[in-house]
């Protein structure tokens, strides 16, 4: 495997618990880097910009929360079959 590959599942693995606290911490980020004065939303209902429906597709469709999300349900999947089946060897690889 290649080292980026193993460096990200190993950070995936380290914070797993941290997960939900990284998804909020994005999305403040994106939040706050967003104009939300009441010029920019007039400006945003004759050009494209940043109106509250832009907002909320730019937080649902953010490609890091989109993965942090995914890596969280692949890991709870694995972790529920690893505990699912008791007579499977587990090999800890360090």
Do not use: C, H
Not at 4 to 29: A, G, Q, V
Not at 62 to 81: M, T
């Amino acid at each position: 495997m290649q080292k980026e590959i193993i460096k990200k599942i190993s950070f995936y693995l380290y914070n797993y618990n941290n997960i939900d606290d990284l998804i909020s911490e994005r999305r403040t980020n994106i939040i706050d880097a967003i104009d939300v004065t009441n010029r920019a939303w007039l400006k945003s209902k004759t050009s494209k910009g940043n109106t509250l429906e832009d907002q909320i597709i730019k937080l649902n469709n953010d490609s890091l929360i989109l993965e942090y999300r995914r890596w969280q349900v692949l890991i709870k999947r694995y972790l529920l079959f690893y505990i699912s089946t008791p007579l499977l060897p587990i090999n800890f690889w360090f």
